[in-house]
């Protein structure tokens, strides 16, 4: 089955610089690759994906890139704000669907520094 | 529209114990699932439903049971709770084009079995 593994399980950084936090994947066939935000005491909410056809997405403040040579995908944070604190997971969804279904890394905690 | 609902929020069982989490969405979502979230680890899928009467298993199905018998509702059953069953559930749901579609989640169930 797919692995996810997710670096680093902490970051903190200043509020106003870049973040960027990298997964990487075991199984050349997954084709899927979302991003979830998860704030204390909630479910995770997707706040980006991308398809393995496409090598870059950019939503405002949120970009998201995939290497499909080295099985690896990152996500940008830009111009960080204190509403960007919370845990940041990927997943990657292996093409044949099935019952696996979307493997997840074990997440990043972010933490903006005032 | 309330989205996905989870109840009770959180609950303590006794080993040997049963209990039911329920988990309701009034998006008319088609695709239902079941994760639990452990400490320092990304979400695991318990099981799964592509529509009402139709269940699957996911990669951590034992000591769990699932069933659909309305596309609202998708309640998970634990028989014998065990301590290994300590841990927060998510509860999901997605439109009918399956594991691409972006999952939206409920606000968990933290259950601690002694």
């Known amino acids: 089955g797919e692995n996810v593994e997710q670096h680093p399980s902490t970051l903190s950084v200043q509020e106003g610089d870049s973040a960027v936090i990298k997964c990487t994947y075991s199984d050349s066939a997954s084709n899927y690759f979302p991003w979830y935000k998860q704030e204390l005491g909630k479910g995770p909410q997707l706040i980006i994906d991308?398809?393995?056809?496409?090598g870059e997405k950019k939503d405002q403040r949120i970009a998201v890139t995939l290497n499909k040579t080295a099985k690896h995908f990152s996500l940008h944070i830009t111009e960080t704000q204190p509403e960007d604190s919370a845990v940041y997971f990927c997943a990657a969804l292996y093409s044949g669907g099935g019952a696996d279904g979307l493997t997840f890394g074990k997440g990043t905690h972010l933490i903006i520094q005032p | 529209n309330a989205g996905v609902t989870q109840t009770p929020k959180f609950r303590i069982l006794k080993i040997g114990q049963s209990m039911t989490l329920q988990c309701a969405q009034d998006?008319?979502?088609?695709?239902m699932y079941w994760y639990r979230q452990d400490p320092g680890m990304g979400l695991k899928l318990i099981y799964y439903s592509v529509g009402a009467g139709i269940t699957d298993k996911g990669e951590v199905p034992n000591g769990y049971n699932v069933s659909r018998s309305t596309t609202e509702d998708f309640p998970l059953r634990l028989e014998l709770a065990a301590p290994s069953q300590t841990s927060v559930y998510f509860c999901?749901?997605?439109?009918?084009?399956?594991?691409?579609?972006?999952?939206?989640f409920g606000p968990g169930t933290r259950l601690l079995v002694l």
């Open positions: 998006m008319n979502h088609n695709y």
């Open positions: 999901a749901s997605s439109y009918s084009r399956g594991w691409e579609e972006t999952q939206y």
């Open positions: 991308i398809r393995s056809n496409v």
